[in-house]
């Protein structure tokens, strides 16, 4: 599959990158486990349908030490057994704001308390942040088609 848009050369995609990658190493810099952020960004891109975030992030999650069975069982973590609660609590709020036009309210209350219930308020501000640059990326990358499948880990570090 060919890409519509060469994001790497189209001067206003690499600036709002510039600026999203400084929001998401704000969010790094709050005290958010690295391999919370990581399912996190995968779970939404699974969401999403996003490949390239799918490659990306499900590669850069194992090299901060993901297991596979735990990598493979995201997209089912509320039967699987291997997520501590805080992760329970990133990943509900996860799904709830990146579908979020699919709940007339919104993201819950009860999803904000479980999540409140585990990070302090630095390190929510970073999961929203995380959750919304993303959703962002996904978005980009699914509305130009972009391959997936050749990520290296750290390559856009």
């Known amino acids: 599959m060919d890409a519509r848009l060469d994001l790497f050369e189209n001067k206003t995609v690499m600036t709002l990158s510039k600026h999203l990658n400084a929001a998401a190493r704000a969010a790094t810099d709050a005290g958010l486990p690295a391999r919370t952020q990581e399912l996190v960004k995968l779970r939404a891109s699974q969401i999403n349908g996003c490949a390239v975030c799918v490659d990306m992030h499900s590669k850069e999650a194992a090299l901060a030490g993901e297991t596979s069975v735990?990598?493979?069982?995201?997209?089912?973590?509320?039967?699987?057994?291997?997520?501590?609660?805080?992760?329970?609590?990133?990943?509900?709020?996860?799904?709830?704001?990146?579908?979020?036009?699919?709940?007339?309210?919104?993201?819950?209350?009860?999803?904000?308390?479980a999540a409140a219930a585990y990070y302090d308020e630095e390190q929510l501000g970073a999961l929203i942040t995380v959750i919304g640059v993303i959703n962002v990326y996904n978005r980009m990358n699914v509305i130009t088609r972009q391959p997936a499948g050749d990520y290296v880990p750290g390559q856009w570090s």
């Open 70 to 113: 735990r990598l493979n069982l995201v997209a089912a973590w509320r039967e699987a057994t291997v997520f501590t609660d805080a992760e329970r609590a990133a990943l509900e709020l996860a799904e709830q704001a990146t579908r979020i036009a699919d709940a007339s309210g919104g993201v819950t209350d009860e999803a904000w308390a």
